[in-house]
């Protein structure tokens, strides 16, 4: 609920403290006394686009203050804490603009943006007029007011369900439909380069094998020629055969020579041993040095192909199995996922007709619920003195999404066999008014937490007609709040609080004032409001009667 609003310097308010209450709350006043400008200021506060120079003449800047009382589970609590913005029983909203059109705002005493202040704004005040483009003349709300007539939240929440649904079979189809488009693309080299792999099957740390292997037989083959000829001089044919055979000679002599040939047959037997070892090695070493020339062009055979091939690949050779590896799992992927594409549809499909039952079933629940709006409004129309008119709830198909497929628009024929349109096309004002009316009453149900604000919504109608708009209003007003400027004597006679904006000249200067009315200057204002300037006895007694009820 609003609990003041305080103006300071805008337009030609200098100073306005205006208390309001719980209830029909009404402003009177001549045209052009300045009761527009208090929407205009409300609507500055609450960040709402409209004129540019707000400043007062000659004042540096403008500034208005809204206090509003919240609820524990007001809409606007949610949206103060997702700000970040403190939230107690009183939410005052402040806002400033500087002569230069410099805007700032605050919330609570805390900075905040005019983004937020219209966040607000859509859960705290609803405005409703013959220029009304922010509720129910705006037909892309209209799904959403009907919604709320209806009260099938279940079934809007089984709609985005099975949206939300149908949103994640979709993106998983295209995700495999993507992969498998990839793998395609490469499935003939993977299936080459596969084959290729395993036929030369590597193995880690066999290039290192290889390239040792290689490395021996070719240095085998420098060195095994000279330590042949070492092993035919030392051998039997070489000194070992003459060390040998003249230690034959010595033994044939021994006898004669006696002792001095002792020492010289005991050097060479030790020497004969010696060279026996070094010739029994190098036979060993020889023996070692051997290989097939095949062995050696085999080894440079393999070692070569699994270089080439890690080159082609662009992996390191111990990598290549591993990169087998994963070809394999990608060849693996390719085949899973032709096979996973058929399930992936099926899905698709499954969840295509789980959205179809869902938005149905909240199709025929709107079409039901727009034949019990449409009675409701009908009903409101005839004390409204527009029994002749037609109103209908239009549903077409269009795109479907989160919330169905259905597109709702509020039509009205103002004459019988007139054809139907969009209530801002084809009501004229007095008309308009009345609709807007009757479709708040029908509408509102038990939302209180809003102030609902009528800006000469009795424009154009008079007489019991006026009275049964005042009852109208009375009746939204009651266990909530709502504001009302109206020229209407038989409305402002409802209003359970009364104000009268008027415009004075002081000192040269314009202003506009707003005063509060208790009971015998209402009773003159309403006087004023039925006969004009000069008030009668007449007319005072009529305001008494309207008072009355």
Same mark, same amino acid.
């Given at each position: 609920?609003l609990?003041s ?12 403290e ?7 709350? =009404? ?8 009761k527009s400008?208090?929407l205009?200021?409300?609507?500055? =506060?609450?960040?709402w ?8 003449? /000659? ?6 203050? #809204?206090?509003?009382?919240?609820t524990q589970?007001h809409? #606007? ?11 107690g029983?009183?939410l005052?909203?402040?806002?400033v ?20 202040l ?8 609803e405005?409703?007029?013959q ?5 129910l ?5 209209h799904?959403?007011?009907?919604d ?13 369900q ?6 994640r079979?979709?993106? #998983? ?10 793998? +395609?693309?490469e ?15 590597p ?5 290192? &094998?290889?390239?040792?292997r290689r ?6 083959e420098?060195?095994?020629d ?10 039997g044919?070489? !000194? ?5 055979e ?5 033994? /044939? ?6 002792e ?9 037997s030790? @020497? ?10 190098l ?5 070692s040095?051997?290989?097939d020339?095949?062995?050696? &062009?085999?080894?440079?055979?393999r ?5 080439a %091939? ?18 394999? *799992? ?5 085949? @899973?996922?032709?096979?996973? %594409?058929?399930?992936?549809a099926?899905?698709l499909?499954?969840?295509? &007709? ?6 149905d *079933? ?6 039901a ?10 009903? &409101?129309? #005839? ?6 008119a ?20 509020f ?24 609709f ?7 509408l509102t ?23 049964? =708009?005042?009852?109208?209003?009375a009746q ?7 504001l ?6 038989? =409305?402002?006679?409802?209003? !359970? ?8 000249? %002081?000192?040269?200067a314009t202003?506009?004032t707003?005063?509060? %009315? ?9 006087? +004023? ?19 009355a009820?």
């Open positions: 609920m609990r609003l305080d103006i300071r310097d805008m337009l030609i308010i200098d100073r306005l205006l208390q309001l209450q719980p209830g029909l709350n =009404v402003l009177t006043g001549e045209t052009g006394a300045g400008i208090l205009d200021s409300l609507g500055f =506060v609450l960040g686009r409209g004129r540019a120079e707000l400043v007062r003449q /000659g004042a540096d800047q403008g500034e208005v203050t #809204a206090v509003f009382d919240l589970d809409p #606007a609590r949610a949206i103060l804490d997702e700000a970040g913005l403190p939230a029983d009183d005052i909203l402040r806002r603009n500087d002569a230069q059109g410099r805007k700032t705002s605050w919330i609570n005493d805390r900075r905040a943006s005019g983004e937020v219209r966040a607000l704004s859509e859960v705290l005040v405005l409703h007029g220029h009304d483009d922010r509720g003349l705006n037909p892309r709300g799904r959403a007011l009907l709320a007539f209806a009260g099938h939240d279940d079934l809007r929440a089984a709609s985005r099975a949206w939300a649904g149908r949103a079979a979709a993106r #998983a189809l295209a995700d495999l439909e993507s992969q498998v488009a990839a793998a +395609r693309a499935e003939d080299f993977l299936r080459h380069a596969v084959a290729e792999l395993d036929r030369l099957d193995r880690p740390g066999e290039e290192g &094998e290889l390239d040792a490395r021996h037989m070719q240095g085998a420098r060195i095994r000279d330590i042949a000829r070492a092993f035919q001089l030392l051998g044919d070489g !000194a070992e055969g003459a060390m040998a003249a230690a034959r000679w010595l033994d /044939g002599v021994a006898d004669r020579a006696g001095a040939l002792d020492e010289v047959q005991a050097a060479l030790r @020497a004969l041993v010696e060279l026996g070892e070094a010739t029994g090695g036979e060993r070493l020889l023996d040095l051997g290989f020339p095949a062995d050696l &062009e085999a080894v440079e055979e070692l070569f192909a699994i270089r %091939l890690a080159r082609k690949h662009q992996q390191a050779p111990d990598d290549l199995g591993g990169f087998a590896d994963t070809l394999r *799992a990608r060849l693996a992927a390719l085949d @899973a996922g032709e096979a996973g %594409l058929g399930q992936a099926q899905d499909r499954a969840a295509d &007709e789980a959205y179809d039952r869902a938005a *079933a909240l199709t025929g629940a709107r079409r619920a727009a034949r019990r709006l449409d009675a409701a409004v009908m009903a &409101e129309l #005839a004390p409204l003195k527009m029994e002749r037609v109103f209908a709830t239009q549903i077409d198909a269009t795109d479907p999404g989160p919330d169905g497929r259905d597109a709702v628009t039509t009205v024929a103002t004459n019988p066999g007139a054809p139907a349109g969009p209530l801002n096309r084809i009501a004229s004002g007095g008309e308009l008014s009345r807007l009316l009757a479709l708040k009453v029908c149900g038990d939302d209180s937490t809003r102030t609902l604000i009528f800006d000469e919504i009795d424009r154009g109608v008079g007489g019991a007609t006026a009275d049964a =708009v005042g009852r109208r209003l939204l007003a009651s266990g909530g709040q709502v009302v400027v109206t020229h209407s004597p038989q =409305v402002a006679a409802r209003g !359970a609080h009364h104000w009268r904006v008027e415009k004075r000249v %002081l000192d040269g202003l506009s707003v005063t509060a %009315l208790p009971g015998p200057h209402r009773v003159d204002e309403i006087a +004023r409001m039925l006969s004009g300037d000069t008030i009668t006895d007449e007319a005072r007694a009529a305001a008494r009667a309207l008072l009820g």
